[in-house]
């Protein structure tokens, strides 16, 4: 997939459709202009009128909670004119292309797309089609990447942890299914952590996983040792075509991080998941909401973050 589509020739982010291709700088920027976002005393964001004047459209092709509700909230921090279209309710019910939907909000001077599709390459595909004044942002598509949720995770991390270089981070669960994952392993590689180490049955991972630049485990107590941060992912039974568990149930046995098996990590492991979570099938509940989890750190995250990336996309450049 092209990825220097996201760059202009100044090597400015124009759209965030993957973090594949991006450098740790330009990483470096977002999670720096996320943080100036932030009242260091009380930790909320105050309104910007950075993008005042502009409109942004949220086309969520598939549901969401987080992604779609903290893209709203940070748009609205930035001054802009947000609308989230509903897709069940819209003209693509009567047949409508997508690239006709496209066309017409463009014709309605719409500045920028938030796109989540469950097609793999979709808002890629919108960003070869808009308009040079028009950005598009990847809020998930398919199986391929969710890059926005990758960088509030690295932002999350960056705050506990401070630093990425002497991390190791241990990616659970379903590997194969998962964008989230996917964008990830991208992101702390480019960030230059220690290791990255994904642990999961053998019918959840891709094939020739390594060529990530991920180490392997099978193991859910081997792979957490040594680890720092933890990184649970939801079983995507919507994703998966064929039986590769033989329960949910036997599945927790093996792969659910429960109290015990936390203990096997750094004492200081932080523990993360994108959402939704299914307690009792990937976590126990008393660790989601125990003390080493960061979880709702995550989703609180997503709004700054989100702001930044908005921001830089729109050619917005200088401290905020
Ligand atoms: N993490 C995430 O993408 O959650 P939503 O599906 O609720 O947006």
Redesign the pocket.
């Known amino acids: 997939m092209m990825n220097n589509l996201q760059l202009n020739t100044e090597g400015r982010l124009k759209h965030f459709l993957t973090i594949e291709g991006l450098s740790k700088g330009l990483l470096t920027e977002i999670l720096d202009l996320a943080e100036s976002f932030i009242n260091p005393i009380d930790g909320r964001i105050k309104t910007f009128p950075l993008l005042r004047g502009k409109s942004i459209v949220n086309l969520?092709f598939?549901?969401?909670?987080?992604?779609?509700?903290?893209f709203e909230l940070a748009a609205k921090r930035l001054s802009a004119d947000v609308l989230s279209m509903s897709i069940a309710t819209s003209s693509t019910s009567k047949g409508e292309s997508l690239l006709d939907t496209i066309r017409n909000l463009e014709a309605m001077y719409v500045d920028m797309f938030v796109v989540?599709h469950g097609i793999s390459g979709a808002a890629h595909f919108i960003a070869e089609h808009v308009g040079p004044q028009v950005s598009v942002i990847n809020?998930?598509d398919g199986q391929h990447a969710?890059p926005t949720?990758a960088m509030l995770d690295m932002f999350t991390i960056r705050r506990m942890k401070k630093d990425f270089s002497p991390l190791k981070v241990a990616i659970v669960g379903d590997i194969l299914h998962s964008r989230?994952a996917r964008s990830n392993i991208q992101a702390l590689n480019t960030l230059g952590v220690a290791e990255v180490r994904v642990i999961a049955p053998k019918t959840l991972l891709p094939a020739q996983v390594e060529t990530m630049g991920v180490s392997v485990s099978h193991n859910l107590a081997d792979g957490l040792k040594d680890i720092d941060v933890i990184i649970m992912l939801r079983l995507q039974k919507e994703r998966m075509t064929a039986a590769l568990l033989p329960s949910e149930n036997e599945y927790f046995k093996a792969f659910g991080l429960t109290p015990e098996r936390l203990k096997l990590a750094k004492p200081d492991a932080i523990v993360m998941h994108?959402?939704?979570i299914n307690r009792g099938v990937e976590i126990a509940s008393s660790v989601a909401d125990g003390e080493q989890s960061v979880i709702l750190d995550?989703?609180s995250n997503?709004i700054a973050v989100r702001m930044a990336i908005m921001a830089m996309a729109m050619q917005w450049q200088g401290g905020a």
């Open positions: 969520f598939e549901n969401s909670t987080r992604t779609r509700t903290t989540r809020a998930g969710h949720q989230v994108p959402g939704p995550q989703v997503g």
